[in-house]
């Protein structure tokens, strides 16, 4: 008889090896692969670009003022084509903080869109000016006035933004877009319309290029928005940031200005907001306490403005696909979905489908260079609120739902 040769102990850890490799492939080969650094995936964090800009010539008050009315100066734009709105950049030079002159600025319809004094330019470095609130359509008038000759000063807009929707890249994981006009689609009193009357459109300057931007966000408490950090970060934002309620096909839209930039969280990507008034039209979202379990599979919807547009819900297809994701740093705080979603739907809440939960903050989309796939991200929401409560329990406790 021939005794088994005895293979080195070295080989026959290598065919160990080998063999795990091959089972942990054959584990894995059902789940599409998630390389959220590879190449082949853009990260779809980009904020919509919803304007371009023209500079201004000749746009300032005279070196001396005549006469002694109240009106000082004033100054006439009118935009060469249709556009849904401006918004100046202002500077006022050679002023004193308690002089009392006023720059009232006018829509084409003569309504009041913003009010600019002294203060409004206050602290500000030099060099520095203002924007102002939107304008409403094409034109705008800037009326300086004053009871006094406002000694030495001088007034100059040296451009201006004009709204410019182009086609902006979009996170489709059905393949085929699947956002539906929610108010059209899910007339009252469907579950779907009333789990988006919290969500809002956010219109804002983008702190990186003071370009035209929008996000999406959601109504925690009667006066406290929630939306992300990589949309509002900057206190020089909020002057001139909309909030706007309602913007639906048919609806009755509320604006609402921002005051407070509450807490900053940029790990988890997430600002709270509070608004400048508390709006009672609207119910705030449903939030619930402790720990939310996402779960593989999970029906979702996804209720969005993505480019500024009408309010939209993603149904289709809209669900888990992986528990746990990497977030902004190296933490898995995220989670995957595939509701359909574009730019300007960051910060949108994704919903638990079968009673309007938010289980998610929607951040940002990995889809490849070649559109053959996408997948999105939302932040755990139990994270947030964890975060929320970290900082200010009686805040926590005005914005979680309480249990039945």
Not at 211 to 226: H, I, Q, R, Y
Not at 228 to 245: D, G, K, M, T, Y
Not at 331 to 338: G, M, Q, R
Request: glycine residues 8%; proline residues 5%.
């Amino acid at each position: 008889m021939f005794a088994p040769t005895r293979q080195p102990r070295h080989l026959f850890t290598l065919a160990c090896l080998l063999a795990s490799l091959c089972l942990l492939a054959a584990s894995t080969s059902a789940q599409p692969a998630v390389v959220i650094d590879d190449e082949e995936t853009r990260d779809g964090r980009r904020l919509p670009v919803l304007s371009r800009t023209k500079l201004l010539e000749r746009a300032a008050t005279p070196e001396t003022f005549d006469g002694e009315q109240r009106l000082r100066w004033v100054w006439h734009y009118t935009h060469e084509s249709e556009v849904a709105y401006l918004r100046l950049h202002v500077f006022a030079e050679c002023h004193k903080p308690g002089d009392t002159w006023e720059l009232i600025i006018y829509d084409g319809a003569n309504r009041v869109a913003d009010r600019l004094t002294a203060l409004s330019f206050a602290g500000l470095p030099a060099g520095t000016g203002v924007w102002t609130k939107i304008i409403r359509g094409r034109a705008a008038r800037v009326e300086l006035q004053s009871e006094t000759k406002p000694a030495g000063l001088r007034v100059r807009i040296d451009r201006l933004n004009f709204f410019h929707g182009e086609p902006q890249p979009k996170a489709i994981t059905t393949g085929s877009d699947d956002m539906k006009d929610l108010a059209r689609n899910y007339r009252p009193p469907h579950r779907y319309y009333n789990y988006g009357r919290a969500v809002a459109a956010l219109f804002f300057l983008n702190a990186e290029d003071q370009s035209e931007a929008n996000c999406t966000g959601f109504l925690v408490a009667p006066d406290l928005l929630l939306t992300n950090h990589h949309c509002i970060s900057q206190p020089w934002q909020l002057r001139s940031a909309e909030v706007r309620f309602g913007w639906e096909t048919d609806g009755q839209p509320e604006s609402v200005a921002i005051s407070e930039i509450v807490l900053p969280d940029g790990a988890l990507d997430f600002s709270l907001l509070r608004l400048e008034r508390e709006v009672t039209a609207w119910p705030v979202a449903k939030l619930g306490a402790g720990a939310v379990a996402v779960r593989r599979g999970q029906p979702l919807v996804a209720i969005q403005h993505p480019s500024a547009s009408l309010k939209l819900i993603s149904v289709k297809d809209c669900k888990v696909e992986r528990e746990q994701a990497r977030g902004e740093g190296t933490e898995l705080t995220d989670f995957y979905h595939l509701c359909d979603t574009g730019t300007g739907s960051s910060g949108a809440p994704v919903l638990d489908e079968s009673d309007g939960t938010v289980v998610g903050l929607h951040h940002l989309g990995d889809y490849s260079r070649d559109g053959r796939w996408g997948r999105n991200r939302a932040v755990r929401i139990d994270l947030v609120l964890d975060s929320i409560r970290r900082h200010d329990e009686n805040l926590y406790k005005r914005i979680v739902t309480p249990s039945p």
